[in-house]
């Protein structure tokens, strides 16, 4: 019996297809679902169910959303002129994390890379254009990754919307906060001497 | 909206209730499923139900099983003289992966913790002494781990079942084949001096 048997291998195989997650980790996930009440593991099928019908997509931003459109967008009190296009929803929570942030989003939905087919036409860009288009916006941060496949994705959006007249930005690169100068790369010091700033006293 | 709508959270919180897994990979994984079509979700949730409902343990060694017996216990070339006793089913995966091992199992269902309130009486050892007492077993193998727990699960059991005349053993400890002696442990070393065979040449 070194193979599973099939109810709990078919589990390990569905934990396993998350991002992540390896063999050993899923036979352990699946195991403690074993060891779970029924009742527990009833909750647990319910949750998957229910996000999947019950979550949506923002229909301005992409978002998730519980009804037409998200939080963010349903909230009068955010600044409509500014726009932050970042990859997926998780870069926008980490947006949200801050508190700072005051301006809606755009999520793309990830990154062009030609070379895993994805070219800008599978990405949320049409109706980031059609938004600026369609006026009020004053400025959009594009914050997609530093590497080629955010960059060039920065690039190719950045082309796209400049037209229009409106400002168009990156985050800034450089040492984190409370970090070590000794663990920080050589690209990010760079970047951080590039980007330096006068001191005013 | 820092606060995640509720059918999310409520995935997130599911996620984070499994052991090993934190705030921030429950979302990832919650975020995953999000993505996947309404079809891979449904089988997802069916595999966490199936398993639940159609996997029982063993009634003799309480490994897991799809009916009355395991594929251990049900297996006729195994040899019913030999009980090899296990924390838990993972254990007991282990040491079929080796191939090697020929005997039958005792799952106990943890160890002996008397500071997390778990006594002799929660676990399945009356019914192993039942086992060895009913005859037919010539060696108990106690393998549990060799934490203070593990070790004084061991001791307990072996007392329990030395008078009905078996033998009983412990696993071998020393250094893990392949590993260099640099990165073993003054412990592990010093059971592995203790443990020393003779060479025959």
């Known amino acids: 019996m070194t193979e599973l048997i099939l109810p709990l291998q078919r589990l390990v195989e569905q934990f396993r297809s998350l991002p992540g997650i390896g063999s050993k980790t899923a036979l352990r996930l699946a195991l403690a679902v074993l060891d779970m009440s029924e009742e527990r593991v009833e909750e647990f099928a319910g949750a998957l169910l229910d996000v999947k019908r019950n979550v949506r997509e923002c229909a301005r931003c992409?978002?998730?959303?519980?009804?037409?459109?998200?939080?963010?967008?349903?909230?009068?009190?955010?600044?409509?002129?500014?726009?932050?296009?970042?990859?997926?929803?998780?870069?926008?929570?980490?947006?949200?994390?801050?508190?700072?942030?005051?301006?809606?989003?755009?999520?793309?939905?990830?990154?062009?890379?030609?070379?895993?087919?994805?070219?800008?036409e599978k990405l949320h860009i049409d109706d980031l254009v059609a938004r600026v288009e369609s006026g009020g916006v004053r400025e959009v941060i594009i914050a997609t990754g530093s590497d080629v496949e955010g960059e060039t994705t920065a690039?190719?959006?950045?082309?796209?919307?400049?037209?229009?007249?409106?400002?168009v930005s990156r985050l800034a690169y450089g040492i984190p906060v409370g970090s070590d100068l000794e663990y920080a790369d050589a690209q990010t010091l760079t970047r951080a001497l590039e980007g330096r700033r006068e001191v005013e006293a």
């Not at 409509?80 to 296009?85: K, P, R």
């Not at 690039?155 to 409106?166: Q, T």
């Open 155 to 167: 690039m190719y959006i950045a082309r796209k919307i400049k037209p229009y007249g409106v400002k």
């Open 62 to 120: 992409h978002n998730i959303a519980e009804g037409e459109l998200c939080a963010v967008c349903g909230d009068e009190g955010r600044d409509a002129g500014l726009i932050c296009v970042v990859e997926d929803v998780r870069s926008l929570m980490s947006f949200e994390r801050t508190r700072e942030y005051k301006g809606l989003y755009h999520v793309l939905g990830g990154t062009i890379s030609p070379l895993d087919g994805r070219g800008p």
